[in-house]
């Protein structure tokens, strides 16, 4: 009970596209093809017609043309008329049925979709939507994976703008600190009244530095002398006496040193940006306080965990992924064969594995993590991965920060934006939440109502709700704004960042041993950020 062939053909029986699904050599589907008109009788009402050893079961598609089935006798006629239908619509699908040309042009779309509903001579589980999805080869981990990469793209786009700026305002405030040195000597006077900041001061100083010379041991004149009444103003393409190669490559070369003085002294002051004509005197601004140093011990254990979900509109959860790893750090030669003994409190169903060198019975049967071979050691002062876990959930519970945003148009030619934030899993603190929201170009929000700060950001288009902390104490929050604009689609996808100190997945290190059981002394990270977290 196997198809034997589907093709569509001629009213004169040629055959313009065909797929067998049985070893036939073609000139027997052809000479099938071209006996099945011969074999119709005009004015009858069916669609098939058998042979002794065959069956064609068949339907006009256009005026001149049949979609043709040719199976065994044996066959169940009602399933081959069902698959035929099948071909005939996904065929008019896919080319004008009332032009032969066309379907030649199309015959290879016309196979493959002949072999995506009978494979093997059978017909397969499929229907006209599956066929369109098939078609159109969707993938939804495709799409993942491309927003992924343009949100990489993104931020490092972000980033270098950010180094380009500081780097930008560090040369600034260098120059204004070797001009106001004097390190520009008497061409200082001179651009003190421009752009540069400052107050105006007139091109001819009241007392001129005289031109120093290289290989000069003399001091300069005291400021005192009295001025010479020849003295003139700095003329444009004329060299002052004096001043020879050897001269401006010495002034030249202080000034360098005055540039990276200033520079190296600037690395450790604030930055503030002045405006046109503004003074350049720093003001003491607030700065974040730096993270403090991470006190390793002889011995580091780092987790590492990273966060993919992917929520749509409407709250339903399309990705859930969590990836984490537990790494090792021995910087103590003592060190090199310890035990890492560790808690776990699985709610999520994870999937770990250790690693090869790993002994994976003990960790099953105590939960400590230590080398196969007594004799063996961990590397030095390299980071070893010694457990990964993944965590996969299509609950939407399970996610950890849930946002929900509601964009409505009011009818007036504004939309009513509301976001909210709920924090599911009360046991984890996020720092630095940023939710990033699409707005329309150009367009001014005007901000009603919000749990924390926000800032929009012209350039991206984007409107950024910043969080500071997000804990139990703090689990929920909205931001309601207003924005001209009709399409509530515009505001997708949201984007959401944030750090946290604590893992998903739960596991702690409870102590570190070496082989002996006597207690070592160690220093952990945790770090639990998102790869991507939309809503889409």
């Known amino acids: 009970m196997v198809i034997l062939a589907s093709s569509i053909c001629t009213k004169s029986g040629k055959a313009l596209a065909s797929r067998q699904f049985v070893e036939m050599p073609r000139t027997r589907i052809e000479g099938l093809l071209a006996s099945f008109p011969k074999l119709m009788v005009p004015g009858q009402q069916h669609t098939t017609v058998e042979t002794e050893t065959i069956r064609y079961v068949y339907q006009p598609i256009g005026e001149d043309m049949y979609v043709v089935l040719i199976t065994s006798r044996q066959n169940n006629i009602v399933q081959d008329m069902d698959t035929l239908h099948l071909i005939a619509r996904a065929?008019?699908?896919?080319?004008?049925?009332?032009?032969?040309?066309?379907?030649?042009?199309?015959g290879f779309d016309i196979l493959q979709t002949f072999e995506e509903i009978i494979s093997q001579g059978c017909r397969d589980n499929v229907d006209l939507a599956k066929l369109r999805t098939i078609k159109e080869m969707e993938s939804h981990e495709e799409k993942i994976q491309e927003m992924i990469e343009k949100n990489k793209e993104l931020?490092?786009?972000?980033?270098?703008?950010?180094?380009?700026?500081?780097?930008?305002?560090?040369?600034?405030e260098a120059a204004k600190r070797g001009f106001s040195d004097g390190g520009m000597g008497s061409s200082g006077s001179?651009?003190?009244?421009?752009?540069?900041?400052?107050?105006?001061?007139?091109?001819?100083?009241?007392?001129?530095?005289?031109?120093?010379?290289?290989?000069s041991d003399s001091p300069p004149a005291s400021s005192g002398n009295k001025v010479s009444s020849t003295a003139r103003g700095m003329r444009l393409g004329r060299k002052p006496k004096g001043a020879d190669i050897l001269g401006a490559m010495k002034d030249e070369v202080g000034l360098a040193q005055d540039f990276e003085d200033n520079l190296s002294i600037a690395e450790n002051e604030p930055l503030i940006s002045t405006g046109f004509g503004a003074s350049s005197t720093p003001a003491?601004?607030?700065?974040?306080?730096?993270?403090?140093?991470?006190?390793?011990?002889?011995?580091?254990?780092?987790?590492?965990?990273?966060?993919?979900?992917?929520?749509?509109?409407?709250?339903?959860?399309?990705?859930?992924?969590?990836?984490?790893?537990?790494?090792?750090?021995?910087?103590?030669?003592?060190?090199?064969?310890?035990?890492?003994?560790?808690?776990?409190?699985?709610?999520?169903?994870?999937?770990?594995?250790?690693?090869?060198?790993?002994?994976?019975?003990?960790?099953?049967?105590?939960?400590?993590?230590?080398?196969?071979?007594?004799?063996?050691?961990?590397?030095?002062?390299?980071?070893?991965?010694?457990?990964?876990?993944?965590?996969?959930?299509g609950n939407e519970d399970d996610i950890p920060l849930t946002i929900n945003c509601w964009?409505?148009?009011?009818?007036?030619?504004?939309?009513?934006?509301?976001?909210?934030?709920?924090?599911?899993?009360?046991?984890?603190?996020?720092?630095?939440?940023?939710?990033?929201?699409?707005?329309?170009?150009?367009?001014?929000?005007?901000?009603?109502?919000?749990?924390?700060?926000?800032?929009?950001?012209?350039?991206?288009?984007?409107?950024?709700?910043?969080?500071?902390?997000?804990?139990?104490?703090?689990?929920?929050?909205?931001?309601?704004?207003?924005?001209?604009?009709?399409?509530?689609?515009?505001?997708?996808?949201?984007?959401?960042?944030?750090?946290?100190?604590k893992p998903y997945y739960g596991i702690a290190v409870t102590s570190v041993t070496t082989p002996d059981s006597q207690d070592v002394e160690f220093s952990q990270t945790i770090s639990l950020a998102p790869e991507i977290y939309s809503v889409i």
């Open 284 to 393: 003491p601004v607030e700065t974040a306080p730096a993270r403090p140093p991470i006190d390793m011990k002889g011995v580091h254990v780092q987790i590492d965990e990273h966060i993919t979900a992917v929520v749509n509109r409407d709250g339903g959860l399309e990705q859930m992924e969590v990836k984490g790893d537990m790494s090792l750090i021995i910087s103590d030669d003592d060190y090199t064969n310890v035990q890492v003994s560790v808690e776990t409190n699985d709610a999520h169903n994870a999937q770990v594995k250790t690693h090869p060198k790993i002994d994976k019975k003990k960790f099953q049967s105590s939960s400590v993590l230590a080398l196969k071979d007594p004799a063996g050691s961990f590397p030095v002062s390299q980071p070893i991965g010694i457990l990964k876990w993944r965590i996969v959930s």
């Open 155 to 172: 931020e490092a786009k972000q980033e270098m703008k950010r180094q380009a700026k500081f780097f930008d305002q560090q040369r600034r």
């Open 190 to 215: 001179m651009l003190s009244g421009g752009r540069m900041g400052g107050s105006y001061e007139p091109l001819i100083s009241p007392a001129p530095e005289p031109v120093r010379t290289f290989g």
């Open 91 to 106: 065929v008019s699908d896919i080319c004008d049925v009332g032009d032969q040309q066309d379907v030649v042009y199309h």
């Open 407 to 501: 964009p409505s148009p009011t009818g007036s030619g504004t939309v009513d934006v509301n976001i909210e934030y709920e924090l599911n899993n009360v046991d984890l603190e996020l720092e630095n939440v940023v939710v990033t929201i699409p707005i329309p170009p150009g367009a001014q929000p005007t901000v009603n109502d919000v749990d924390g700060i926000y800032n929009v950001d012209r350039a991206h288009g984007v409107l950024q709700w910043q969080i500071p902390s997000i804990d139990s104490s703090n689990k929920d929050g909205s931001l309601d704004f207003n924005i001209p604009g009709n399409d509530a689609g515009l505001f997708f996808p949201v984007q959401v960042s944030f750090a946290c100190k």
